[in-house]
Nanobody, 117 residues
Framework: QVQLVESGGGLVQTGESLRLSCAAS????????MGWYRQAPGKQRELVAR???????NYADSVKGRFTISRDNAENTVYLQMNSLKLEDTAVYYC???????????WGQGTQVTVSS
């Protein structure tokens, strides 16, 4: 059974930082493109950042230069370092893992990030 477990969300003020973690099942991590998505109230879920098996990354324009995605293959964990947080970063953040062979995608339960002024 594939599991993705996020942690690290919370309440911060504008300009502060948070680091999200997502621990994945070993069975999926080594063969998956890992990603972070977010969903704000009343909005669709959107891609924040993605990292491939060989650690190539891409980011949403809204977070470029502020967020960094990384993966620790020894720990089966993907991180999202979020700096210079803005009010508009407030959302539930979801970790995803997509099997590069069969495209099956798995999701974590989400972690709330709230940025206040």
């Amino acid at each position: 059974q594939v599991q993705l477990v996020e942690s690290g969300g919370g309440l911060v003020q504008t300009g502060e930082s948070l680091r999200l973690s997502c621990a994945a099942s070993r069975s999926i991590f080594s063969i998956a493109t890992m990603g972070w998505y977010r969903q704000a109230p009343g909005k669709q879920r959107e891609l924040v950042a993605r990292i491939t098996v060989d650690s190539s990354t891409n980011y949403a324009d809204s977070v470029k230069g502020r967020f960094t995605i990384s993966r620790d293959n020894a720990e089966n964990t993907v991180y999202l370092q979020m700096n210079s947080l803005k009010l508009e970063d407030t959302a539930v953040y979801y970790c995803s893992g997509s099997n590069i062979y069969n495209r099956a995608t798995y999701w974590g339960q989400g972690t709330q990030v709230t940025v206040s002024s």
